[in-house]
């Protein structure tokens, strides 16, 4: 870079740069050297100062369309066309995220065994003392894998359930995840996943996440989630759109 005719310099995530480095930053710029270009990377823009973002010109950088991120796939990681499509649903045109669940696409099988007798034990569980016990057992044995297996169970957990919304709202066309558990009917389950319910089981989905990112003790994390899971699956949508 330093022989050819212009020098480039890359902040990535600039946003996360404090207000020290940001001053200093904004020195260069306001009087960059002679065949510079500065370029900064950011998700936030909102969150660089204004007078850093007063001398930048913006270019945003759309996510990638549906069909661009399954021929992509196709091309270059040479999937077939229905993985494709079920990661791209997932990866909101994200090309990154769409790698990393290529990488535990694998892990999909054994993730559906786990949600699978999860919801069926925590269905179960209401008013039944004795069904608790299995509940403790399911979260001890998901606690004892590692951490980033069970981020990734919950991140799963989170499509799972947001397939059986829309498919309970007559939204086939957008539902991707084909169940083969003996006995497990997508259909039947889905009338169980509603308006009234749906943002709590992702809230308490995301903070569990959290928790695990931060070595909370995982089954006590897992154990407090199926505990709400039991009350959520047994939360009814009314006619009128009132909990009941």
Known sequence: AFEGNYKVMI?????KMNIAAS??????IEEPP??????LITES??????????RCQMVRLSPLSENDMVNALMERANVDESTAVKIAHQADGDWNKGLQLLHNNNSDEQFEQWFVNWVRTAFRAKGNAAVLQDLITWSEAIAGT???TQKSFLNYCLQFFRQAMLMNYKAEKLVYINTTSTGFDMTKFAPFIHSM?????????NEAIYHIE???????????LSIKLTRLL???????GFKT
Do not use: C, F, P
């Open 11 to 15: 902040i990535w995530m600039a946003d």
């Open 45 to 54: 823009e909102d969150q660089l100062l204004q007078t850093i973002r007063s």
């Open 34 to 39: 002679d065949k510079t270009l500065l370029i």
């Open 234 to 240: 047994h939360q009814k949508e009314t006619a009128q």
């Open 197 to 205: 319910n749906i943002a709590e089981i992702y809230r308490e989905l």
């Open 214 to 224: 931060r070595n909370a003790n995982a089954r006590i994390v897992l154990l407090d």
């Open 146 to 148: 590692g951490r980033e």
């Open 23 to 28: 001053n200093k930053l904004l020195k260069l």
